[in-house]
């Protein structure tokens, strides 16, 4: 059976996503983090490991590795830039039971890494698929939520609608 692995160019991808670009534009620590966010959903609906390569863009020093919503990120150490890293990835991971993705909007990028047998995700396409993942995540829920019972005490529609408000904080 093989292993799926996905590597992500992260800034290569906030600068695709028109929401992502958006966020960036007020903080980009937070286009970030809505980035981590997303590939967090799509490894817990896919099952892949998904590894996130941010360039040390505004972060020079050592290279750091760290884990979020069971995402793995990795800032690059000075003078390497995302596209270095996950070339060296591709190599590092690369086998015959696994089959590496790689997410990027960068034409060389997507040559270099399909020439050593990774496979190539567009920007667009990864956000098309996460929308999908989206869409199955919110149906399966509405599906639970409709399936068990709202509360154990009957409550009126009007009576339901002012505990809705209230647990938004709303008046």
Do not use: C
């Not at 600068?15 to 590939?39: N, T």
């Amino acid at each position: 059976m093989k292993t799926d692995v996905l590597l992500v160019d992260g800034y290569n991808i906030i600068g695709a996503w028109p929401e992502l670009r958006r966020i960036k534009e007020e903080r980009l620590a937070d286009a970030r983090d809505r980035l981590i966010e997303r590939m967090a959903e799509y490894k817990a609906h896919s099952g892949w490991r998904v590894i996130v390569v941010f360039d040390a863009y505004l972060m020079p020093g050592i290279e750091k590795k760290k884990r979020h919503h069971n995402v793995e990120i990795i800032f690059t150490r000075e003078n390497e830039t995302a596209d270095e890293r996950i070339e060296k990835l591709v190599s590092e991971l690369g086998s015959r039971r696994v089959q590496i993705h790689v997410a990027t909007s960068d034409l060389t990028e997507q040559w270099v890494i399909f020439a050593q047998g990774a496979l190539r995700k567009s920007a667009r396409e990864l956000e098309i698929e996460i929308d999908e993942i989206d869409k199955i995540i919110t149906a399966k829920v509405k599906k639970f939520q409709e399936q068990r019972p709202f509360s154990k005490i009957s409550l009126t529609n009007e009576i339901a609608e002012t505990f809705e408000k209230w647990r938004r904080g709303m008046k």
